[in-house]
C-alpha cells in the first residue's frame, strides 16, 4: 500500500489549531492526583478532558476540521460515522459553526447516546441508524459521502484531525509550566486509533524533546502493536470490544506514520486492570471516565509506566462518557482482575443435604456465592451446577482449593482465559 502524501502536522500547526480553537472549547484542568503519585513515587498530573462539554478530547479534531472546510465544502454539509465520542464532538463542531451534519450509528447505539448526540448538535445534526454494528453504519456514511458529496468528518485518520488532538499535549505542558513550575518527564495517552498519540507525539518530539512519550493500548485490541510487528497497519481478526473508546480494529494509516516518527513506548493493560481503575477514580478521586478514559491511569496504578529519577508524569484522562447500567460489568471484571472473584462447576449428588455439605466443607467463613445455577436431570443421579464465589482476599484462593480438593466432591475450576468467561463477566 501507497503511504499518503500528505504532510503531518508540525508543532507549529498544532499551536495554531489551538489559537483556532481556543473560543470554542474548554482549557480544561490539570491537577495533580494524590493517589496516583503515591503509586507511582513521583507527581502524576492529570489532564481532565473528561471536563469537555462533550465529556471527551474529541470535540478538538472535530472542530478543528470543520473550521478548515471551504465555502463550498461547508454548504455541502458533514457526514459522520460513529457511536460514541466522535459523534459528539462533530454534532457540537456542527451546531457551533453552523454546518450541517448527518452522524450515522449502528442501531445498537444506546438511547442515552443517541439523546446526547442529538442535544448537541441541535437543529444542525440529523441522526440516521444503519445497521446493527459499526461497520454497517461507516458503510452507510460512505455511501452519503458518493451520493451527496458531502465531507466525510474522520475519527481518526487525518492530518487535522490529528493537529486537533495535538492541542491537548500543548495545553497541559504549558499549565505545567504556568501554573507548577515544572517540566514533564513523560506524557502517557490512551491509544484506539492513533489520533491523540500522533498528534500529541508530534507536538512533544519537537517542543520538549526529552519527554517520554507513551501509549497504552487495551490488552484485547492492540492495533497500533500489530502495525509495528509488520511495519503497516493491519486489521485484528479479533478483538475485544469492551474498552469501546479505544477497540479500534486498525490504527490509522497517517497516525502510523506519526508513530514511527515518534517511536513512543507502547504499552497494554488488561481490561480487568482497566476496570479496577475505573472505580479508584470514581471511588477515591471522584472522577466518573470511561474505559478509554482509565487506560493511562491504568497504566501508572499498575506499575507498568515507572517514572525516571525526578521525573513528573502527565497522564491524559481522554473520557467520560460512561453508561451507569456498565458498572456492574466493571465491578465484575475488577473482581477477576484482582483475584477475588472465581467461577466452579460443581457436580452434586441428587440427594438431601448434597448443598449443605459443599457449604460446609469447602467454604470459608469470608467466602461469599454470588452465582448459583443448578440444572436437576430427573433421569441422572447427579447434576451439574454453574457457582460463583466471592473471597476475602487473593490469600483465600489456596486454602478454597485445598479443600475443594479434600471435598471429595467433583469440582471443576474455570480459568479466566476460557472463552467461557466472556459469558460470565
Known amino acids: 500500500?501507497?503511504?499518503?502524501?500528505?504532510?503531518?502536522?508540525?508543532?507549529?500547526?498544532?499551536?495554531?489549531?489551538?489559537?483556532?480553537?481556543?473560543?470554542?472549547?474548554?482549557?480544561?484542568?490539570?491537577?495533580r492526583s494524590e493517589r496516583l503519585s503515591d503509586l507511582a513515587g513521583a507527581p502524576v498530573w492529570v489532564k481532565r478532558e473528561d471536563l469537555q462539554p462533550v465529556r471527551s478530547y474529541k470535540l478538538r479534531g472535530a472542530q478543528l476540521f470543520l473550521q478548515q472546510l471551504s465555502a463550498t465544502q461547508r454548504d455541502a454539509g458533514v457526514v459522520a460515522a460513529s457511536a460514541g465520542n466522535h459523534a459528539q464532538g462533530v454534532a457540537l463542531a456542527c451546531r457551533q459553526l453552523g454546518v450541517d451534519g448527518?452522524?450515522?450509528?449502528?442501531?445498537?447505539?444506546?438511547?442515552?447516546?443517541?439523546?446526547?448526540?442529538?442535544?448537541?448538535?441541535?437543529?444542525?445534526?440529523?441522526?440516521?441508524?444503519?445497521?446493527?454494528?459499526?461497520?454497517?453504519?461507516?458503510?452507510?456514511?460512505?455511501?452519503?459521502?458518493?451520493?451527496?458529496?458531502?465531507?466525510?468528518?474522520?475519527?481518526?485518520?487525518?492530518?487535522?484531525?490529528?493537529?486537533?488532538?495535538?492541542?491537548?499535549?500543548a495545553e497541559a505542558v504549558e499549565q505545567l509550566r504556568s501554573e507548577q513550575g515544572r517540566?514533564?518527564?513523560?506524557?502517557?495517552?490512551?491509544?484506539?486509533?492513533?489520533?491523540?498519540?500522533?498528534?500529541?507525539?508530534?507536538?512533544?518530539?519537537?517542543?520538549?524533546?526529552?519527554?517520554?512519550?507513551?501509549?497504552?493500548?487495551?490488552?484485547?485490541?492492540?492495533?497500533?502493536?500489530?502495525?509495528?510487528?509488520?511495519?503497516?497497519?493491519?486489521t485484528l481478526a479479533s478483538m475485544e470490544r469492551f474498552v469501546d473508546g479505544a477497540a479500534v480494529r486498525r490504527v490509522g494509516e497517517h497516525p502510523f506514520r506519526a508513530v514511527q516518527m515518534i517511536e513512543p513506548e507502547l504499552l497494554a493493560i488488561d481490561e480487568g486492570a482497566v476496570c479496577t481503575e475505573m472505580l479508584a477514580l470514581y471511588q477515591v478521586d471522584g472522577i466518573i471516565v470511561e474505559p478509554a478514559g482509565a487506560l493511562a491511569c491504568a497504566a501508572v496504578a499498575t506499575g507498568q509506566v515507572r517514572p525516571h529519577a525526578g521525573e513528573d508524569l502527565v497522564v491524559v484522562i481522554s473520557g467520560g462518557n460512561n453508561d451507569v447500567s456498565r458498572y456492574s460489568e466493571i465491578v465484575e471484571r475488577s473482581l477477576v482482575h484482582e483475584g477475588l472473584k472465581h467461577y466452579f462447576l460443581v457436580t452434586f449428588p441428587q440427594e438431601p443435604g448434597a448443598l449443605r455439605r459443599f457449604l460446609d466443607r469447602v467454604l470459608g467463613p469470608d467466602d461469599d456465592i454470588t452465582l448459583f445455577d443448578y440444572i436437576k436431570r430427573s433421569n441422572r443421579e447427579e447434576g451439574p451446577a454453574l457457582v460463583g464465589l466471592e473471597i476475602g482476599s487473593k490469600d483465600a484462593l489456596e486454602p478454597l482449593l485445598g479443600r475443594m480438593a479434600a471435598s471429595g466432591m467433583s469440582i471443576e475450576r474455570i480459568d479466566p482465559n476460557d472463552p467461557i468467561y466472556r459469558y460470565l463477566t
Open 1 to 31: 500500500m501507497t503511504a499518503p502524501s500528505h504532510p503531518l502536522p508540525t508543532a507549529a500547526d498544532i499551536e495554531h489549531a489551538a489559537e483556532a480553537l481556543r473560543p470554542l472549547i474548554h482549557r480544561t484542568p490539570l491537577h
Open 102 to 169: 448527518r452522524i450515522y450509528v449502528p442501531s445498537s447505539t444506546p438511547r442515552q447516546k443517541r439523546e446526547r448526540i442529538l442535544a448537541h448538535g441541535g437543529d444542525r445534526v440529523e441522526l440516521v441508524l444503519a445497521g446493527d454494528a459499526y461497520d454497517d453504519a461507516a458503510e452507510a456514511a460512505a455511501q452519503d459521502v458518493e451520493r451527496t458529496g458531502a465531507t466525510m468528518v474522520p475519527p481518526f485518520d487525518s492530518p487535522t484531525i490529528m493537529a486537533g488532538q495535538g492541542t491537548v499535549a
Open 183 to 234: 517540566e514533564p518527564g513523560a506524557v502517557v495517552l490512551p491509544v484506539g486509533g492513533g489520533g491523540l498519540l500522533a498528534g500529541c507525539g508530534l507536538w512533544l518530539r519537537e517542543r520538549v524533546p526529552s519527554a517520554r512519550v507513551i501509549g497504552v493500548e487495551p490488552a484485547g485490541a492492540q492495533s497500533l502493536q500489530a502495525a509495528r510487528e509488520v511495519g503497516h497497519p493491519v
